[in-house]
Structure formats: C-alpha cells, structure tokens
C-alpha cells in the first residue's frame, strides 16, 4: 500500500507537469505565473528591452553629376586688362609711313587720320590658341575701318575689319587668299560715328568667332581653310589695332584664355554644324 501511494503522488505530480506544457504550447503562462499582456497593452507600452521601431527613411538626396565639381571648378580665366586708360604702357605707335598721331584722351586711345593708316601694336606676347579679345571701338570721324585688330591663329594671322571698303564691310582678312570683302564671312552693317560698339574676336582649334555688340558677325571654321593678313596690315602683328583714312578711338582692351568647357563647347558647336550641313 505504501508503494501504491508514493505512486499515486507521483502519477499525480506528472500529470500537474503535463498540463503546465500543454498550457504553456497553447499560448498561456507557466502555471503560478501572471497572464502575459495583450497586444495593445504591448504596443502601448513595450518593455525596455523591446526593440525601437524603425524610424522613417530619410530621403534620398540627389546624387551629384560626376562632372558637377568640374563645372564648379571650371570657373572662366580672368580676364588681362592690355590698355590702363591712362598712358600707351604696354602698346607701340605702328610705323605704317604716314600714320596719324596716337594720344590718350577720355580714357582711350585716339588714332589721328593718317595717309593711309594709323594705329598701335602691343608689346607683350599674345597667345596663339584659345583666347578671347575685347575692345570698344567708335568711328570719330571719317568713311573707312576704324578699329581693325589683327591677330593670331595657331601660327598664322588674321585681321577683323570693321567698316571698311567705304564704311560697312565687316569680316576677316584673309580667308583661303580672299580678303573681307570677298570671302563668306563678308558682312555689311552700318557704324554711327561717336558711337561705341564692343568688338569680341574668339580664336580656338575648331574656329574663328566674331561678335559686335550682341551680333555674331563671324563663324568661319579653321580646318580645311588658310588665314593671313593683307601686307598693309602686317606691322600690326602679332596684336594690333589699326584705322584706315579714319580717325578711331579704342578703349577697354582686355584678353583671356579660354576654359576647357569653353573650347569643348565650341567643338561640340561646330561638330553639330559639320553634321548638319
């Protein structure tokens, strides 16, 4: 009988074990223990030890163009100022025979008529390739070119003259042996005296550029094509600016070297034109 009862006790203690597994498995606590919370008690206030939920995403920022810090970096030469509107520093009175006096007045340089040119030529050294030129020219009086510039491209020369052959032509001296009267940049426009207008001459591997004002007057493409200078003009090399019969005044004289996205935009340019022709 003893026996019998140490094993009822036992039997009874597994059962007891038994039924706290069974109610464990299905979802309740240890037997003794508290009922855990529900879900909204859980989400209500989570224990320490539960993890945060995620936070937000934050938005992506835009991704910077490969070439962005190139473009930030890529800021255009500053310009070289060639004339300090005060003395001919810098710049010679050109020996054409003839020529007219050059002073100093208001700020520009004043090229008297001469029999038949007059003008300045500058001292330094300018550069052959991608660069920019800027003047203001005014006719003060007279029918004839009044700020032509000569200039170089590669190792050649050229010329832009503004007003000539009676007052109008515009364009470059020479194209392939063809002065500015008689080459495909040959333009006509017509220049008021005491009045100034801005001249921009752009030389790169692929072009020569010409604008005055806002009015691109050149586009002429280099390759394929020979430049050089009528001989009347060729003491104004390698940087001058001359009037024919003419007096002429010049001011704000200044030059630069052109970016590299610059000159790359200039070949894209001319490429498309090549392409579309």
Aim: charged share 25%; glycine share 10%.
């Amino acid at each position: 009988m003893r026996r019998s009862g140490q094993y009822h006790r036992g039997a009874v203690l597994a059962l007891g074990s038994i039924s706290c597994m069974l109610f464990s498995f299905a979802g309740c606590g240890p037997c003794g223990a508290p009922a855990p919370k529900s879900a909204s008690q859980q989400n209500a206030s989570p224990s320490k030890s539960s993890p945060e939920a995620p936070k937000a995403a934050k938005a992506e920022e835009p991704a910077e163009s490969p070439n962005a810090s190139a473009v930030k970096t890529d800021a255009a030469p500053a310009w070289k100022e060639l004339f300090d509107g005060k003395t001919l520093t810098g710049w010679k009175i050109t020996k054409f025979g003839n020529e007219g006096a050059v002073k100093i007045e208001d700020g520009a340089i004043r090229m008297e008529k001469g029999n038949d040119m007059s003008g300045v030529t500058w001292a330094g050294k300018p550069p052959q390739e991608d660069f920019e030129l800027e003047l203001e020219g005014m006719r003060v009086s007279g029918t004839d070119f009044f700020c032509t510039t000569t200039f170089a491209v590669g190792e050649k020369f050229c010329s832009l003259v503004v007003g000539g052959w009676g007052g109008r032509v515009v364009g470059l001296s020479s194209v392939d042996g063809y002065d500015a009267s008689e080459n495909p940049t040959t333009k006509t426009m017509t220049f008021k005296e005491k009045q100034w207008y801005r001249v921009r001459i752009r030389v790169t591997e692929k072009a020569i550029q010409a604008w005055i004002d806002d009015r691109e007057v050149v586009r002429q493409t280099r390759e394929g094509h020979r430049f050089s200078t009528r001989y009347e003009v060729n003491l104004s090399k390698p940087l001058g600016i001359a009037t024919w019969n003419t007096v002429g005044a010049v001011r704000n004289i200044r030059l630069r070297q052109l970016s590299a996205e610059e000159i790359a935009t200039v070949k894209n340019e001319m490429k498309d034109e090549e392409e579309n022709f």
